[in-house]
């Protein structure tokens, strides 16, 4: 039973914080790393493969609440589009520009990236410059000129791409990344997260079911009660996290997410030293 506790819990941190700003590494590190250890728990390949399920539900998540959107961009359902009459709404084309500039920098630097900056340090450095971030998108953003998804365009869609790749770094953020480098490009609290919920399925998708391949021998009858509650606890916490969060931003901005991640920063090097 005390395996069933800690896959629970531990899909509660990965639903709670897979979309939020905050770094979901962080606190996986804090969680799971100073208190469970899964890793002894489970052992090291089961553990690993875990993670890779909890992430999973973390991403269903996603494709529930945005069904049809990506129904709508599959173009296997229409949806009523919030752009002005005659303009483009958002389509799979911007979706893959937005994708590619991490993904392929993602594909040449993992081994790199799991092998050398994976540290409770490189984690704190990321939580800290990506609250930095955060605060400036608060402070210096533009006029707001895209108030939904479907006004997004290719330059802003390229430029949020960019921006993803300094997620690479373990701790930055996928979502504080994307999200203010969406709100300086000019886009609105709720038009950024969006995008970055929606582009964030087959970026994730894609490195998740590459690691399940990887793992795939260690999806055994006996570690599958584990990968069953720890997967139906992240997709639970990430329905009801991401829906509150997009409800929040607009309202909060940034910058409270920052002062957390930059508390959090100080915790993770504390624990360390």
């Not at 916490?237 to 100080?266: D, G, H, Q």
């Amino acid at each position: 039973m005390w395996e069933i506790f800690v896959a629970i819990v531990l899909g509660l941190v990965e639903g709670l914080t897979e979309f939020a700003p905050v770094s979901s590494t962080g606190h996986m590190i804090i969680v799971d790393d100073f208190l469970f250890k899964s890793n002894e728990l489970f052992g090291d390949e089961i553990a690993n493969a875990f993670k890779i399920i909890i992430q999973l539900g973390s991403i269903l998540a996603v494709v529930v609440l945005f069904w049809s959107r990506f129904m709508d961009l599959l173009g296997l359902k229409k949806m009523d589009s919030s752009a002005p009459a005659g303009q483009k709404k958002l389509n799979l084309l911007q979706i893959i520009v937005g994708l590619l500039p991490a993904a392929v920098l993602g594909l040449a630097f993992e081994d790199y990236i799991d092998d050398h900056l994976f540290s409770v340090k490189t984690v704190a450095i990321g939580l800290f410059i990506g609250a930095f971030l955060m605060i400036a998108a608060d402070k210096l953003h533009p006029k707001i000129k895209t108030e939904t998804v479907d006004q997004i365009t290719y330059k802003q869609a390229l430029g949020v791409g960019l921006i993803q790749c300094l997620s690479l770094w373990p701790g930055f953020s996928r979502s504080g990344s994307t999200i203010s480098g969406g709100v300086l490009l000019g886009m609105s609290y709720r038009a950024a997260a969006d995008f970055t919920f929606i582009m964030a399925v087959p970026i994730m998708a894609g490195a998740t079911l590459l690691k399940v391949v990887k793992y795939w021998s260690f999806f055994t009858p006996e570690a599958m009660p584990f990968f069953i509650a720890g997967f139906i606890s992240a997709f639970v916490f990430a329905l009801f996290c991401i829906k509150y969060f997009l409800k929040l931003i607009e309202k909060i901005k940034l910058t409270p997410f920052a002062i957390y991640r930059i508390v959090l920063a100080i915790i993770l090097l504390f624990i360390v030293w």
